[in-house]
């Protein structure tokens, strides 16, 4: 009878401290304006309704060895292919994961290293933590013993369409095919003109 009160008591217990790590969750993320980063010294707001182009985000970090480079080299040589009417349709962004190393400015240089057009954008560790689960973006810090780097981010790897509101229109995975991401863009932008 004792061990069964003591099991009630400690899984009451964890009950509640569960729902209190919830509730703490919550009350971070309404306080966390989604959208809002930092790109070099600039503020920019992810979403804004007065800027009606179509954002291609991509999430990763600059210290990542190699998925990210290709992508975003991926992302860049599908720019260039583009015409120049529908670059005006489009605001290529990329939004680090990593914003304890990668500050905004840190971010916007990594990102113009590739094309001129994309944003590179941080925020603090919540907001770029709300932002993922947003889009369902999976990344986690993994610890590198004897590496000057420290830690790596695993992180997922794909191209988000989003409407100027923040809605996920379609999602492209990593690819080394420019052309799947510049077809998503020029077929978006088309159907939304």
């Given at each position: 009878?004792?061990?069964?009160?003591?099991?009630?008591?400690?899984?009451?217990?964890?009950?509640?401290?569960?729902?209190?790590?919830?509730?703490?969750?919550?009350?971070?993320?309404?306080?966390?304006?989604?959208?809002?980063?930092?790109?070099g010294d600039q503020n920019i707001n992810l979403f804004d309704n007065a800027d009606d182009r179509l954002r291609v985000v991509y999430f990763g970090y600059t210290h990542c060895p190699d998925v990210c480079p290709t992508s975003l080299a991926i992302l860049s040589a599908a720019l260039k292919s583009l015409p120049e009417d529908a670059l005006t349709n489009v605001r290529p962004l990329f939004v680090t994961l990593d914003p304890k190393r990668d500050d905004a400015e840190a971010a916007k240089e990594y990102a113009g290293y590739f094309h001129p057009m994309i944003e590179g954008a941080s925020g603090s560790e919540?907001?770029?933590?709300?932002?993922?689960?947003k889009y369902g973006v999976l990344y986690q810090i993994t610890e590198l013993e004897n590496s000057a780097m420290e830690y790596a981010v695993d992180h997922s790897s794909y191209f988000y369409f989003l409407q100027p509101d923040g809605t996920l229109v379609e999602k492209v995975p990593h690819t080394l095919n420019p052309n799947m991401v510049s077809d998503a863009i020029m077929r978006l932008t088309t159907a939304t003109q």
């Open positions: 009878m004792k061990t069964k009160i003591i099991v009630l008591a400690l899984a009451l217990l964890a009950g509640l401290g569960a729902r209190y790590m919830v509730q703490q969750n919550e009350t971070v993320e309404a306080n966390v304006e989604l959208g809002q980063l930092k790109s919540q907001e770029i933590a709300a932002l993922a689960r």
